[in-house]
């Protein structure tokens, strides 16, 4: 089992950044994948980015080059910077992790408005 809080979302204008945190209650090592998520009224959740134990990383089409997932394996924890915020991007942002079945956070809100 595995326990994953997200923090760091926020209001921010367009174009500004924040960055997510997602704190797991084990080594993320032993995840054997994890991810940030989003999902956005009336729309499906989607997978915004990944990143395996061997540090190998994946973006949706939509963020690449705006936003990088890296890992502080020190303090089991996950990030997502996110740059160059776009009026699309507004989300609750959740943070994923697999161990035999999916764990999810609670959730961060990120809000663009100017």
């Known amino acids: 089992q595995v326990q994953l809080v997200e923090s760091g979302g926020g209001l921010v204008q367009p174009g500004g950044s924040l960055r997510l945190s997602c704190a797991a209650s084990r080594s993320i090592f032993s995840i054997n994948r994890m991810g940030w998520y989003r999902q956005a009224p009336g729309k499906e959740r989607e997978l915004v980015a990944s990143i395996t134990p061997g540090g190998i990383t994946n973006y949706a089409d939509s963020v690449k080059g705006r936003f990088t997932m890296s890992r502080e394996t020190a303090k089991n924890t996950v990030y997502l910077q996110m740059n160059s915020l776009k009026p699309e991007d507004p989300a609750l942002y959740y943070c994923?992790?697999?161990?035999?079945?999916?764990?999810w956070g609670q959730g961060t809100q990120v809000t663009v408005s100017s």
């Open positions: 994923y992790g697999y161990i035999g079945r999916d764990y």
